[in-house]
């Protein structure tokens, strides 16, 4: 070995200690939200599109690391404008202790391509901080006075009849089974329902002598109610202000279940789509289903997606996909109104028109997809510096065989530069740094 190959041989050690604290310091960067909780999985997202306040449903299952009932679950994000790991509100919806969860968790941030939220368990004294309130856009189970999570307005301010909980049964008659009632229940809800939404709510309808129905309305116009105070009864199923016992449009959307063969109703008993931009009665309908569930005295469940930028609607009844719409009327009218919530009216026939357990969150057509990834426990983490990779090894382990690879590395470098003459060189460095732009490119094209 003569004396320039002993010079490159320190030299390329000397980098290589360079390269491995470099590397050090680029793991430790993976952080861990909080010593109490021994194991996490990152939850890598893919979206298509730039999304705020975006709730993901994830479908969790048990392992032996994790509290039986799911209660030591917690979700973090890396705020970069705070330059730290925070958590971010969860609600499990549904579980079977011991087996699986379902939990919605509300992402803040989404950006086009890849984005990583961390799940966090393994700590046996944690107690469930699952929330629907901060969660979800809306959510209300009736389990106590819903006064401050709607805007009521009701036809004869009856509210015995119109707009009543249920405290015992722990849900809201939208009307009792009186005669010429009405109420609209708007929803005091957060997030902007820019891109489209999904609600979720049960029902029961029955228990008199049938009519008018139920009327979930979105993207509605709210103005006349808060200037009239007051809705109409009977076959608008409260869809319009009423001023003086005249009807006021308030321009928007429905998902009707309609009970009462109106002049302008297709069927007796069915659910179908409608608008009352140009009438305050719901006159126009589209994608009717036929049906008696809306008018059988059982509960039934209803669940409506919408994408605002793709026009596209689907109804769920009982899980049975009922309507399946696209374009007409929202291609036509747009979605600029924000309210959204319950219509529900008698007439001279009459019903109960009950609702409880309602859900609504952000929706778009190009929901975004997510990957578990594997379990890391937080020992592996922290003698492997942070590093999600886990192997068990010590920091002093791990900095040896980085800087042992990196100088290896650096010496061919070295050894092959030495036979390049200084133009070829350049000419190398040049069309490497053109392939990693065209390759950064590609990427962001992605
Ligand atoms: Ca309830
Ligand atoms: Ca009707």
Not at 175 to 186: D, K, P, Q, V
Not at 364 to 377: A, M, R
């Amino acid at each position: 070995m003569n004396g320039k190959i002993i010079a490159i041989v320190v030299i390329a050690v000397l980098l290589g200690s360079m390269g491995a604290s470099l590397a050090h310091g680029e793991v430790k960067a993976d952080t861990w939200w909080n010593s109490a909780w021994k194991y996490k999985r990152a939850i890598t997202i893919s979206s298509q599109e730039v999304l705020n306040g975006y709730q993901l449903s994830l479908n969790i299952s048990y392992n032996g690391h994790m509290r039986a009932d799911f209660g030591d679950l917690r979700f973090t994000y890396y705020n970069t404008s705070a330059g730290a790991e925070e958590s971010i509100p969860y609600w499990i919806e549904s579980k079977v202790n011991g087996a699986w969860a379902r939990v919605w968790v509300k992402v803040p941030h989404l950006n086009v391509g890849a984005n990583t939220v961390y799940m966090y368990y393994g700590n046996p004294g944690a107690g469930s901080e699952s929330n629907p309130d901060t969660t979800m856009s809306f959510y209300e189970n009736f389990s106590s006075n819903p006064d401050n999570k709607f805007w009521i307005y009701r036809y004869n301010n009856d509210t015995a009849n119109e707009g009543v909980w249920n405290s015992e049964n722990g849900n809201f008659y939208l009307t009792t089974s009186e005669y010429r009632m009405g109420c609209m229940a708007f929803m005091k809800y957060h997030g902007s329902m820019a891109h489209g939404f999904y609600v979720h709510f049960r029902y029961m309808i029955g228990g008199g002598d049938g009519a008018d129905g139920i009327a979930f309305a979105f993207y509605k116009d709210m103005r006349p109610y808060e200037i009239y105070k007051r809705v109409t009864s009977g076959g608008d199923l409260a869809l319009s202000a009423n001023s003086d016992g005249s009807m006021q449009i308030s321009p928007g959307y429905a998902v009707e279940l309609d009970t009462y063969l109106n002049n302008f109703d297709p069927y007796r008993d069915y659910v179908g789509i409608t608008d009352t931009f140009s009438t305050p009665l719901p006159s126009a309908h589209y994608g009717t289903y036929e049906t008696n569930k809306v008018d059988d005295g059982h509960w039934h469940s209803m669940d409506i997606y919408f994408s605002a930028d793709t026009s596209h609607i689907c109804v769920f009844l009982d899980n049975e996909k009922i309507i399946d719409l696209t374009g007409v009327p929202f291609a036509k009218y747009g979605c600029n109104y924000t309210g959204f919530g319950f219509g529900g009216a008698t007439g001279d026939s009459d019903d109960n028109h009950i609702i409880d357990d309602v859900i609504l969150t952000e929706y778009t057509d190009k929901k975004p997809t997510y990957i578990l990834g594997k379990e890391v426990s937080q020992k592996a983490s922290e003698s492997a510096g942070g590093s999600t990779a886990g192997g068990g090894l010590g920091n002093y382990m791990w900095y040896i065989i980085i800087g042992v690879v990196a100088a290896a590395v650096t010496l061919v470098v070295l050894l092959l530069l030495r036979r390049r003459p200084p133009q070829a060189h350049i000419t190398q460095n040049y069309s490497q740094e053109n392939y990693e732009n065209m390759q950064g490119d590609n990427y962001s094209n992605r």
